[in-house]
């Protein structure tokens, strides 16, 4: 596959064909959730590889052949690509308003998932803080019967509810940018200590794991 194919978003014939696919595999997310799963993913402060995510979307997947498992790995890869540049371009919105809340909770649960599969998510107290609004509107974690901020116990979580799912697109595009800042960090602390050994091509992938080529990220 070209490259420029690979870059491609995905056609609104290909996002059924690939929706149905996820649908066929019992063990698979919904495709609202692998869409969270890869928000998440492209987010993380780790680069995190589809031998540790794929499963996580998937499950145990057999194909009907090798031309299909490459048929829909591709599609996949390429629904990758489009979510981290548009992450990355800043346009990533969450069509939460088209989303009803069975949706948007799968949608956070796939999320949530890929936040667990990166130990220096876990271990960050303020990144994990940020993730609360994904627990609640995924059901995961239930307000009703907690301290809201004025000290009242929450009898009725709806209200908490619907301010989460206005603000989710704002708070996506805080923690990208958390994480990133948090690996521009991570690499100027470590420059002096390890010079770097051969020079980054301008169309190569960023090191900093933004996705984006480096002329375009750290390489302005």
Sequence with gaps: MKKSEVEQGLSEEEQVRLKSFIHSCPDAMDFHGALGLLTGVCSAPSTLMPSQWLPVMLGEVIYDSMEEAQEINGLIMRLYNQVNQSLNDKAHKLPAASL?????????????????????WGNDEAALNHLLPFGVLSGMFELEGETDDQGNIIEDDSAHRSRYSKTLPALVAKIHD?????RRDQMSRSSPSQPQLQKIGRNEPCPCGS?????????R
Excluded: F, N
């Design 178 to 182: 958390y994480w990133t800042r948090w």
């Design 211 to 219: 996705g984006q080529k480096y002329k375009k990220c750290c390489g």
């Design 100 to 120: 009803d809340e069975e949706q948007l909770g799968d949608w956070c649960h796939g999320y949530l998932e890929a936040s667990r599969l990166d130990g220096t």
